[in-house]
């Protein structure tokens, strides 16, 4: 394995996860501020579960990229010390937001300590589950395209399967990546979408403005695409309106394989 190249690609992912975890924090912030609650321990939560969030799923992310350019686990280590650059990027992203919330008192700082134990603990569980070749509760392996599977109604009694994989392909990109914003265009405007709450219509827009963004670049974020488009696709299925973001899940299958 090429050492230069590997601690390269961390860097740029503790980069790209800082940016993912700072426009989650000022999407939590536009909410609560327009619902009067910004400084509200609800706003603390809020910053805490989606900081767990993007964390978990950014160092995962990374241990299955270390996994498959080295053929093995052996980079524990490294993996650790990522995971530590990851937490001290986005301690600093929400240190400086929830002292914008106008909280006062020891409030902050105790949660701010929490959220910290909490990132450390649960680096240190998942640094022990891939030194000793587990990724949750599945084996580490070989395995080139990791699908997310998104169960979609056509018709009574019919249900299509459709993958994202991890094979990203840029000709694919060229092709559908303005039908990508058309189609996420399509299912903000659609019925299903209409009828949901506005706590969840605010989640979806807000994550749908994420993938819709990076969709309109010329030469996207690769790893950020397919993040908050898996998410979006999640987000979409749990919410309901899974039929209306169909047409999403689709193209982004043509963009990264399935």
């Not at 919330?101 to 680096?123: A, K, S």
């Not at 022990?128 to 169960?151: A, C, E, F, S, T």
């Amino acid at each position: 394995m090429e050492k230069e190249y590997f601690e390269r690609a961390l860097r740029q992912r503790v980069v790209a996860a800082r940016g993912e975890c700072a426009t989650a924090l000022d999407g939590i912030m536009r909410r609560h501020a327009a619902a009067g609650r910004l400084a509200s321990g609800a706003t603390l939560k809020a910053f805490t579960d989606e900081t767990v969030g993007v964390f978990k799923a950014s160092y995962l992310e990374a241990q299955r990229f270390s996994f498959e350019l080295a053929g093995s686990n052996e980079e524990v280590d490294r993996l650790s010390r990522f995971a530590s650059e990851m937490i001290d990027a986005f301690m600093a992203e929400v240190t400086e937001r929830s002292n914008r919330t106008g909280i006062q008192g020891t409030v902050v700082p105790n949660q701010l300590g929490v959220l910290r134990r909490f990132l450390e603990d649960l680096r240190t569980g998942l640094t022990d589950d891939y030194q000793h070749g587990m990724q949750g509760n599945q084996r580490l392996k070989k395995d080139p395209i990791v699908n997310v599977i998104n169960n979609q109604t056509n018709s009574p009694g019919a249900i299509q399967q459709v993958g994202i994989g991890d094979n990203f392909s840029q000709q694919a990109f060229a092709q559908n990546h303005q039908e990508l914003v058309n189609a996420i265009d399509r299912a903000l405007a659609s019925d299903a979408f209409a009828q949901l709450s506005p706590d969840r219509k605010e989640a979806f827009s807000d994550t749908a403005l994420v993938v819709k963004e990076e969709a309109a670049k010329a030469q996207p974020d690769v790893g950020k695409l397919k993040r908050w488009g898996r998410r979006l696709v999640d987000l979409g299925k749990d919410l309901g309106i899974k039929v209306a973001t169909a047409e999403i899940v689709h193209l982004l299958a043509k963009m990264f394989g399935a």
